[in-house]
């Protein structure tokens, strides 16, 4: 299947230059382009792509109010932010809006392109650079609201094998990574994870990692 892309920036030419990186992908279609926040939400309410290319500093509407509007339309919607800010708050408001991973403006083509295909394929995309600094930044913000109140009263729920994949998961490692770390099948590891989705009531391992952070079952180090 062919992955439906919306690429929203202000700037021209990186909308150009990605679009041509990706749609030189076999499997990657650039279907659209937004300038501002605000035509981004109408493009992707239009479009339906199946992962947005989200800049977070736009005139009229930044990158994070509009991930926030399009999560609130569509609980499903997959963003993957794009920003040449490599700073704490971005990771951590973006996160925060429903972005599902977080990208530099610097990545290789290829990183880009699987980029889209993770996010696509609903799992979260946080390099380990970008995981330790939300976990310091949680750290910070030590008395930040909770965002999941209800994942919070069923965090007991969990088995102890089903935690310790949580905890992997909001340390940034991809299925195979835990199931290598944990000697056990891709297959096992895909089920613990469905199950931790449905226990806490989280729509996807980016939620499942913001949880971690809130919870306090990752501490810096």
Do not use: C, W
Request: charge should be negative; avoid cysteine.
């Amino acid at each position: 299947m062919t992955i439906r892309v919306v690429i929203a920036d202000d700037q021209m030419m990186v909308r150009e230059g990605f679009s041509v990186l990706l749609n030189a992908m076999p499997d990657i279609e650039v279907v659209g382009e937004a300038v501002n926040g605000r035509e981004a939400v109408a493009r992707v309410r239009e479009l339906a792509p199946d992962v947005v290319l989200m800049d977070i500093r736009m005139p009229e509407m930044n990158g994070i109010e509009a991930t926030r509007e399009i999560i609130a339309a569509d609980a499903a919607a997959k963003v993957l932010v794009l920003t040449t800010f490599d700073l704490d708050e971005y990771v951590y408001q973006a996160l925060r809006a429903g972005a599902s991973g977080f990208l530099l403006k610097d990545a290789s083509a290829r990183q880009l392109a699987d980029g889209v295909r993770v996010v696509a394929s609903g799992e979260a995309l946080l390099a380990p650079t970008v995981t330790k600094r939300l976990i310091h930044e949680f750290s910070r913000l030590s008395e930040a609201p909770r965002l999941m109140p209800a994942a919070h009263a069923a965090y007991g729920e969990l088995t102890d094998r089903e935690t310790e994949v949580l905890v992997l998961i909001a340390q940034g490692l991809s299925n195979s990574e835990i199931a290598e770390r944990l000697v056990v099948a891709d297959s096992t590891i895909k089920t613990h994870v469905s199950r931790i989705l449905v226990k806490l009531g989280l729509r996807d391992r980016t939620q499942a990692a913001v949880f971690a952070y809130e919870a306090r079952l990752v501490t810096p180090g």
